[in-house]
């Protein structure tokens, strides 16, 4: 869904008026960003997000480092056959804590590369909507994407469930 | 009921979301005097270090006191040593926090940073050690012009691999965990250059739906791979001893033994930085007593647990009927080394014993001197694992009593200074206290109370027991 950069950023003190900002926008069909100091599952509920995708990320990243690892181990030791202690050319139990690590490693990598593509981390310049450094502090926002012409109604919809401060980014 | 009166059951004396801030900006202020001191101190630790490392470069490795039998001294013993501090942050972060235990929210950042730094001070001691550091790379499986790699096979090589990527692992968890608290920073300073720094460190972070929805999800992710990946870390460093053949060495208990130790050394490092923090930065708020009550019985079961793996080491040299093992045993504790062997079963055993009772616990005095003492013993359990079965093992004409160098004495004292420069230098320019974890456990600020989806049915309970946002949703499903 195509959003609008501008908008009505409302800043709350309460996290239930905040909730119920998102719930009462959302039924009036706007599109909302949410900001919070500490992730809370009362507003992922008021805005019904759907599962995070970092989990693939996670899988492919695990299943791609456990091949890499098998690979690295079983390779170089075919590549130049060295009896080593009597043991067979390719050690499975002795390689599979190299599996095991590379498994880790490459796992938590993509993990973090999930979680910067996902997450669009890191946001260069300003990004969208308004933005106010309470949120990291102890408010929530709730910036609903609004053209000009709807601005009116998100910015009573903001005061009545509770808002301190309401800004308008007309663009 | 006004909403201000709902408390935390883990921090009573924190009233909302932006004291959390305040107090944990109150860290990244001017630092006195005393801070400098210390710093001061821990470089001249760390050039101390270096001079003697430059040392034994140039004269060679026979001049820190490195020779035959005992190929494996101080070096080796303090390297494990710091691999073990570091896996109390990694317990802390990645374990409690897949156990669902709200108290690990105000530690954990110390405990990781202190994982991060410990793994990064461990680091250097293989290369010490190796004499010709130039040449470390050749532990990489890179090609070389002879086509020969690396044994996978060895347990060294499987050293590489662990430690490398616990390294690897516990500074991305690390850095990961520190970005919302980082913008935090960005938001609250006034200084220009911190707040450059702290804008592109935090990655432009501000706390949207999307970014929060991703991170928690990461950061579960991230838990869980680290949680494996700290017990194998030294259950791996356990099999570069377990896997030889000399005596004392070469027994399966070592993997549980080593990971139980180094959580109990973890531990006490903790209780040994947390103790003067929260009496110099005043954070009694956040560091209370009920998070030394707990971490004290984390303390008592792993020194309980290993104290069984000593007393489970000396009856099967026993019962094994071998005579070289019995006799490695019999000298840890009756042969030149005896210091070492008993204050290694003292300090780590029996003095955290101590703690069994509840007053003992309760003063912090008491358990910061206790925790200092595991500190010692588990430095010494590494040497007396290492150095008297070197030393000592399967001929009397190989025997050598072993003696640590100047030049190892003053590498094992610049370690602690590079360890704790780096805790410093953390205390005054990141968030040590978990800024956004912290308020997961904290009531939410709300204008009516019954909306909250988990309101109190009893409005006379003052306190509540929030759990991190993970365990609700868990509970939704």
């Known amino acids: 869904m195509a959003r609008n950069r501008t908008g009505v950023l409302g800043v709350f003190p309460h996290l239930d008026g905040a909730t119920e900002a998102i719930t ?33 990320f996670t899988l492919m990243g695990a299943f791609t480092g456990s091949a890499a690892g098998a690979a690295l181990a079983i390779w170089a030791s075919l ?55 309470s949120f990291t502090a102890g408010r929530f926002g709730v910036f609903a994407h609004a053209g000009p012409e709807q601005v009116g109604q998100a910015q009573t919809i903001m005061t009545e469930s509770g808002s301190e401060e309401v800004l308008v980014d007309q663009g | 009921m006004a909403t201000e009166e709902l408390r935390s059951v883990f921090h009573p004396d924190v009233a909302n979301y932006e004291q959390v801030n305040r107090d944990a900006m109150r860290l990244l202020s001017k630092p006195g005097p005393g801070y400098l001191a210390l710093l001061g101190l821990c470089v001249t ?15 060679g490795i026979g001049f820190a006191g490195i020779t035959n039998p005992s190929g494996w001294g101080t070096f080796i013993t303090t390297f494990v040593f710091w691999v ?9 972060s990645a374990i409690l926090f897949l156990f669902r235990a709200p108290w690990r929210q105000a530690i954990y950042r110390l405990a990781e940073a202190m994982t ?13 050690h190796i004499g010709r550091p130039w040449f470390f790379y050749w532990l990489l499986p890179l090609p070389s012009e002879r086509g020969i790699w690396p044994n996978f096979r060895s347990p060294l090589l499987w050293d590489v691999f662990a430690v490398t990527t616990y390294l690897t692992v516990s500074s991305v968890f690390f850095y990961i965990g520190l970005i919302p608290d980082i913008a935090a920073a960005r938001d609250s300073t006034t200084v220009p250059w911190r707040k450059k720094a702290y804008t592109i460190l935090s990655l432009g972070w501000r706390g949207t739906d999307r970014e929060w929805k991703n991170f928690t999800r990461a950061y579960l992710f991230l838990a869980a791979l680290a949680t494996p990946l700290v017990l194998s870390v030294h259950s791996v460093v356990s099999w570069d001893f377990a896997v030889s053949i000399v005596p004392g060495w070469h027994t399966t208990i070592f993997a549980p033994y080593f990971v139980a130790g180094a959580i109990l050394s973890g531990v006490a490092m903790v209780v040994t930085i947390g103790v003067p923090l929260r009496k110099i930065f005043r954070l009694e708020a956040y560091l209370t007593e009920l998070h030394f009550d707990r971490m004290a019985k984390l303390l008592l079961l792993t020194s309980t647990i290993v104290g069984f793996a000593y007393g489970m080491e000396y009856f099967m040299a026993w019962y094994s009927a071998e005579l070289f093992e019995r006799d490695v045993f019999f000298d840890r504790v009756f042969g030149q ?29 008491a358990f910061f001197i206790i925790s200092t003492f595991v ?39 610049g370690s602690f200074g590079w360890f704790f420069m780096w805790m410093l230098l953390f205390l005054r320019f990141l968030p040590s206290l978990s800024i956004a974890e912290i308020k997961e456990i904290l009531p939410p600020p709300l204008k009516k109370h019954d909306a909250h989806a988990h309101a109190l049915d009893d409005h006379d309970v003052r306190v509540v027991e929030e759990l991190p946002t993970g365990y609700k949703e868990f509970e939704r499903r």
């Open chain 2, 45 to 59: 630790l760390v050039v101390i270090m270096v001079i003697a490392f430059a040392h034994e470069v140039y004269y």
């Open chain 2, 116 to 128: 991060v730094f410990a793994v990064l001070t461990a680091a250097l001691f293989p290369i010490i």
């Open chain 1, 79 to 133: 590549d130049w056959p060295l009896i080593v202690g009597g043991k067979e050319i390719v050690s499975l139990p002795a390689f599979s804590v190299i599996i095991f690590e590379v498994t880790i490693l490459l796992g938590a990598l993509s993990t973090v590369a999930g979680l910067l593509i996902t997450g669009r981390l890191p946001r260069i310049g300003g990004g969208e909507g308004l933005y106010h450094p």
């Open chain 2, 375 to 413: 500190n010692i013993g588990m430095w010494y359990e590494r040497f007396v694992i290492i150095v008297p079965s070197l030393s000592h093992s399967y001929e009397p004409w190989k025997f050598l009593n072993y003696h640590m160098s100047y030049t190892e004495a003053a590498i094992l004292l």
């Open chain 2, 84 to 92: 073990g501090i570091g896996h109390a942050g990694t317990l802390i």
């Open chain 1, 24 to 56: 009462r926008l959302r039924e009036q069909g706007y599109a909302v960003t949410t900001y919070s100091p500490t992730p809370r599952h009362e507003v992922e509920e008021a805005l019904e997000l759907p599962e995070s995708a970092v989990r693939i």
């Open chain 2, 337 to 365: 080394y005896w210091w070492a062997g008993w204050s290694m079963i003292s300090f780590n055993a029996l003095v955290p014993q101590l703690l069994w009772i509840p007053k003992i616990r309760k003063n912090l005095t």
